[in-house]
């Protein structure tokens, strides 16, 4: 078989190259008929000139819904996180029950308590992005940067059908800046800002710019950031001995986090038209990552392009209103070996380069959603949506016997089409009593084309024709249901309690994987452990059923004090889990099922699993004077998860964490000192052979000052340079032969050391 083109290559980038939707789909037609005709719903009667929408610039909350514990983070709280942060998910670090699984320096994932990645359901602009990869590297919050967030709300208990499906766990919508326009009778509106940072551990260097010119009805802003780590992080002491990273390659200290190293662009256009009763906005992305090393994965990106277009029409109406969205994703992703990983296998007479992996997605989605006032206080939402996606990832062969001569096809013609309908009613029963109700089907059809090993090797030809010969073609049809109601007796408290049932399928990773020799399974990781996963054909959707509720205790003016407490538990039903995997392949074989001390070789399968925990926030005013004001905040987040029927303990599932803070505040100075606690993680999964960390605590301060046009940020992290393993760190993967089995199992990734970080930023 010829040899794929791999990527990058710049004329290879752009919509012209890429492959065509699957024309035999009887979907495509339709649905993209279904979106333009939602969008051309919103030319209906007009509104008089004056009556204009008004546009929220530093809104903070972007969901239209009041139920729903939900944690709103607003423009002045994303920024303040800047000069410390070019990841968008860690600008979420402080919201009750969210912790960060780490990945690559821009692209950790959230976990909302205990359920990650697919599990939840993350939106960036209102599009339901895919991550494009074996590893997902590229997950969602990844493709916008930190500087062009908005606002940002985090739903981490009952979340409503309406703001999206095919999810188990939280619900994450991010939004970019808001579109600004000139006030009328001011003419026009020309504005800007550019900031830059450093920090100076891994000396990381950035920047950032945007641009907005607008007149009373059009409005165009772009936004371009870059950013790049020139060195690999340091922890705060030795956790390996010095050497070279691998044979081929550099001296790395015994403090050094080996693939640590990163470098992102990116490139947002936003053009907005107001038009009467209606908003139409178009934003336009492009990413490009030449690199991102993996301290907890195998392989390295070595390049990451996305291209996005998101069309959004918002129309206002007498009764109600609706909004109509048609957007495209295109990423283009490759690993391979990076700097600090060995890239030259075989022998002198046959060598065998690294290994090339190479994934494309095409994901095209459409969504129609009204918000219909059926009374003064009642609020009925009904919607649907659509989602087309594609999806290929194969290997060139790269040389020797093992890895050639043919092209490998881990997932051929991927899909994955969504298509869903909704119905929400939000009632005001009382002036203290709120309800909601919410029921959504989602229908989830998948297929996958046949596939083909490097060679005849490890049962590769054996394997691959039994996948090819078996019923690929998978139909799911999932709901989610959802009740909550909300009490507010008097102004000083609020109790909420509610019931959420919510079901996601499977992705094409965990159902088409397919090979179970080891080096491919060892390609195949979702969760940063370092072991070997394969899919599993006959999985189903996994369904959560949750009871949650939340405690609000605060003063009549909300400003003094305040208290939270949300304590939770959750079923899962066909948990999509891992067993040792069984097979011809010796690796799946008698040492693979008692192994406790190695990586070893899994298989994803459904089994039942719960969950419980608590969420805990507050704050109090300390003193306000002419001296300032000082403010106490505190976090504390408790989540246990383990397997119904196994009775093991669930993976990357976070102990026991909490922070403690002090802000104090006076003119344009804003200084903050916060202390960040985690307990040992001895609960671990042993079926994956997970690793237990320590307890610590963390120092970090940060300081703002505002003057005039310019703000200036300064701040230490990890200030006593404290040495630790975060719990969702994962295994120790940087440097090596990380291909083989030579890799040394039970080494955590070690947390960052000390960092100085400053920032500057001039509005124009």
């Not at 959504?440 to 039994?466: C, D, H, I, L, P």
């Not at 003063?555 to 407490?565: I, P, Q, R, S, T």
Request: proline share 3%; glycine share 10%; with cysteine.
């Amino acid at each position: 078989m010829n040899v794929k083109k791999t990527f990058f290559n710049e004329e290879d980038h752009l919509f012209a190259q890429n492959r065509k939707m699957d024309a035999a789909s009887p979907f495509k037609v339709s649905h993209l008929t279904f979106a333009l005709l939602a969008i051309g719903i919103g030319n209906g009667p007009a509104w008089a000139a004056e009556n204009l929408p008004t546009i929220e610039v530093n809104a903070a909350a972007i969901a239209d819904t009041q139920a729903g514990h939900q944690t709103a983070v607003g423009k002045n709280d994303l920024k303040s996180k800047l000069a410390a942060t070019s990841d968008t998910a860690s600008l979420l670090k402080d919201v009750p029950g969210l912790n960060l699984q780490s990945g690559g320096g821009v692209s950790s994932l959230p976990t909302v308590h205990g359920l990650a990645d697919d599990r939840l359901r993350i939106k960036v602009d209102g599009m339901d992005l895919v991550s494009a990869c074996a590893n997902h590297m590229n997950p969602p919050l990844s493709y916008i940067d930190p500087s062009n967030v908005g606002s940002a709300t985090v739903f981490s208990g009952i979340s409503p059908v309406s703001m999206g499906g095919d999810s188990i766990g939280g619900t994450i919508l991010v939004e970019s800046e808001s579109p600004e326009f000139a006030k009328p009778g001011e003419g026009s509106l020309y504005q800007g800002q550019i900031a830059t940072f450093y920090r100076s551990n891994g000396n990381v260097l950035g920047g950032n710019v945007s641009a907005t010119a607008a007149t009373e009805s059009a409005s165009v802003r772009y936004n371009g950031s870059t950013v790049k780590a020139n060195k690999n992080y340091k922890a705060s002491g030795d956790f390996k001995p010095a050497g070279l990273a691998a044979a081929d390659r550099g001296w790395l200290a015994a403090d050094e986090v080996g693939s640590s190293i990163y470098e992102a662009t990116n490139h947002a256009l936003a053009i907005d038209v107001l038009q009467n009763n209606h908003l139409i906005d178009l934003k336009l992305g492009l990413q490009d990552i030449p690199n991102q090393g993996w301290t907890n994965q195998r392989m390295d990106m070595t390049g990451n392009n996305n291209v996005q277009a998101n069309l959004n029409v918002t129309s206002d109406f007498d009764w109600g209103n609706l909004e109509s969205r048609i957007y495209f994703e295109n990423t283009k992703h490759s690993m391979q070996f990076g700097p600090d990983k060995l890239y030259q296998y075989g022998t002198a007479m046959m060598p065998v380069n690294g290994m090339p992996m190479d994934t494309e997605g095409n994901n095209l989605g459409a969504a129609l959603k009204a918000n219909i006032a059926i009374a003064a206080d009642d609020q009925l939402r009904v919607g649907a949506e659509y989602q087309q996606y594609r999806l290929d990832d194969w290997w060139n062969p790269s040389g020797g016997m093992m890895m050639a001569p043919n092209v490998f096809w881990n997932i051929n013609n991927g899909k994955r089409d969504r298509m869903a309908v909704y119905s929400e009613w939000e009632s005001h029963m009382t002036h203290s009593l709120l309800t909601q109700l919410g029921l959504r089907y989602e229908r989830v059809e998948m297929n996958t084309g046949t596939v083909q090993g490097y060679n005849m090797m490890a049962f590769q030809g054996a394997e691959s024709a039994a996948f090819n010969a078996a019923n690929r073609k998978k139909t799911d049809n999932n709901f989610d249901a959802t009740a909550l109601a909300r009490f507010t007796p008097d102004e000083t408290k609020t109790i909420e309690f509610g019931y959420a049932m919510k079901t996601r399928s499977p992705n094409l990773y965990e159902r088409y994987s397919w090979s179970t020799a080891g080096m491919m399974m060892r390609m195949v990781n979702l969760a940063g452990d370092g072991n070997g996963y394969v899919g599993n054909l006959n999985l189903k959707s996994e369904t959560s059923h949750t009871v949650s509720a939340t405690v609000d205790l605060h003063d009549a003016e909300a400003k003094h004090w305040g208290v939270k407490m949300s304590p939770y538990y959750t079923y899962i039903n066909d948990h999509v889990d891992a067993a040792r995997c069984s097979s011809s392949n010796a690796n799946c074989g008698a040492a693979n099922q008692t192994a406790t001390n190695a990586f070893v070789y899994l298989q994803f399968v459904n089994q039942s699993a719960n969950m419980y925990g608590v969420d805990v926030s507050g704050d109090v005013l300390v003193s306000e004077s002419g001296y300032g004001s000082v403010t106490a905040k505190g976090l504390m987040n408790y989540v246990r998860g383990k397997n119904k029927v196994t009775k093991d303990n669930l993976n990357n599932i976070m102990p026991l964490n909490g922070q403690l803070g002090l802000e104090h505040t006076l003119g344009g100075w804003t200084s903050n000192v916060d202390v960040e606690m985690v307990s040992p993680k001895k609960k671990v999964s042993s079926v994956r052979n997970e690793l237990a960390t320590g307890g610590y605590a963390l120092v970090n301060l940060h300081s703002t000052y505002q003057w005039n046009q310019a703000r200036f940020d300064v701040g230490i992290s990890n200030l006593l340079d404290h040495f630790y393993n975060h719990p969702l760190g994962g295994a120790y993967l940087g440097q090596g032969a990380t291909m083989g089995t030579a890799v040394p199992w039970g080494v955590a990734v070690p947390g960052m050391g000390r960092s100085l970080y400053t920032g500057v930023t001039i509005d124009l």
